[in-house]
């Protein structure tokens, strides 16, 4: 139920985010003179990916990143050929999303995956260039590594 509510919550804050993000009004139907922009120059996405990253609280921690980039960086060949997804598959990968059916995507090698921390309900997936962490029972994202197999 929580996960439901949390979906549900990143949704509206999606929804609202470029509403919010027009600033306060004057009064007299303008914006602040920055139209587009939150006033503290964060980006609604970034606003949204951090909301569900609190509210799911299973994100890859620093020393699960650094596992990941360095094991890829010594074994750039380990996940075999793999080729970025188009821009539209890749926006809708993102924290607080849930996996597109039908997909590609491979499990994490055995050397990596005996390195990293066992989570109950949550699994590690390739799909492109990132490594995803993903809730299994709802395929909901719950944190992306960006291009870890490009060397990015």
Same mark, same amino acid.
């Given at each position: 139920?929580?996960?439901?509510?949390?979906?549900?919550?990143?949704?509206?804050?999606?929804?609202?985010?470029?509403?919010?993000?027009?600033?306060?009004?004057? %009064?007299?139907? =303008?914006?602040?003179?920055?139209? +587009?922009?939150?006033?503290? /120059?964060? #980006?609604?996405?970034?606003?949204?990916? *951090?909301?569900?990253?609190?509210?799911?609280?299973?994100?890859?921690?620093?020393?699960?990143?650094?596992?990941?980039?360095?094991?890829?960086?010594?074994?750039?060949?380990?996940?075999?050929?793999?080729?970025?997804?188009?821009? %539209?598959?890749? =926006?809708?990968?993102?924290?607080? +999303?849930?996996?597109?059916p /039908?997909? #590609?995507?491979?499990?994490?090698?055995? *050397?990596?995956?005996?390195?990293l921390?066992?989570?109950?309900?949550?699994?590690y997936?390739?799909?492109?260039?990132?490594?995803?962490?993903?809730?299994?029972?709802?395929?909901?994202?719950?944190?992306?590594?960006?291009?870890?197999?490009?060397?990015?």
């Open positions: 139920m929580v996960r439901i509510l949390a979906a549900v919550l990143v949704l509206l804050l999606a929804a609202a985010g470029p509403a919010l993000a027009q600033g306060k009004s004057n %009064g007299k139907g =303008k914006g602040n003179g920055n139209p +587009g922009k939150p006033n503290d /120059g964060m #980006a609604t996405e970034d606003v949204v990916e *951090g909301v569900t990253a609190g509210v799911l609280g299973a994100v890859l921690d620093d020393d699960e990143k650094r596992i990941i980039r360095d094991y890829f960086g010594e074994n750039p060949k380990s996940a075999g050929k793999v080729k970025e997804l188009p821009p %539209g598959i890749r =926006k809708k990968i993102a924290r607080g +999303g849930t996996m597109p /039908g997909i #590609a995507k491979q499990a994490l090698p055995d *050397g990596l995956h005996r390195q921390p066992q989570r109950d309900g949550y699994g997936e390739i799909v492109g260039t990132d490594v995803v962490l993903v809730e299994n029972a709802t395929r909901v994202v719950v944190d992306v590594l960006r291009d870890v197999l490009t060397g990015n």
